[in-house]
Each structure stands twice: as C-alpha cells, then as structure tokens.
C-alpha cells in the first residue's frame, strides 16, 4: 500500500525531488543580494528563504524557469503578499538575473 502512495505522489510531481543547482544558485544570488529587502510585511530573507515560504519558492521557481512572466511573477507576488508592485524588493528580485533559457515546450 505504501509503494501504490508513493507511486501516485511520485506520478503527480515528477520534478519535486529532482535537485536543480541553478535555481539553488539563483536563490544564493536572492539571499545576497535582496536579503534586507521586504515584499509586503514578508522579509525575503527571513520569511521566504530561510522558513521556505512554499508559494514564494514555487513561483519563484516557475519565473526562474521561464513558465511565467516578469509582469505575472510581480502580480503573484504582491497579491499574496500585499505589496505594490513598486515596491524596493520586488524590484531587487527583478534585478538578479535569471535562467537565460527559453521556456521547455511541453
């Protein structure tokens, strides 16, 4: 019976457990550069990074990746966290250079 969970768990998020060093470089790049920084009430460093707000790292995740727009990245991120889309660390997070691929096709 566990192996039947495991295996629609593992069928549902092929990529979760996947290590992806780049995105984990670009996250360095986030906490070294944008770390002082807040979206909102949130710190980038404190309440996003080192408690691993699951919803800022999966968005940021897909912007990192090219499956969403910048504009769509600022909107995610200042509805869920109240912030104007002005705001010092939105604009920091837009500053550190992401993936330079193009989007994969699925």
């Not at 360095?28 to 550069?33: A, N, S």
């Not at 995740?61 to 969403?68: A, C, D, G, T």
């Amino acid at each position: 019976m566990t192996g039947i969970l495991f295996c629609v768990l593992a069928g549902c998020a092929p990529d979760a457990w996947r290590p992806d060093s780049p995105y984990d470089a670009f996250l360095d790049q986030i906490q070294r550069k944008c770390g002082d920084e807040r979206i909102g009430s949130k710190s980038i460093s404190g309440d996003f990074l080192q408690e691993g707000d699951a919803y800022f790292l999966d968005v940021t995740s897909r912007y990192y990746h090219r499956e969403i727009t910048e504009q769509d990245y600022v909107d995610a991120l200042s509805g869920a966290y109240g912030a104007r889309p002005d705001e010092p660390g939105l604009r920091c997070l837009l500053s550190v250079p992401r993936n330079l691929l193009p989007p994969v096709e699925m």
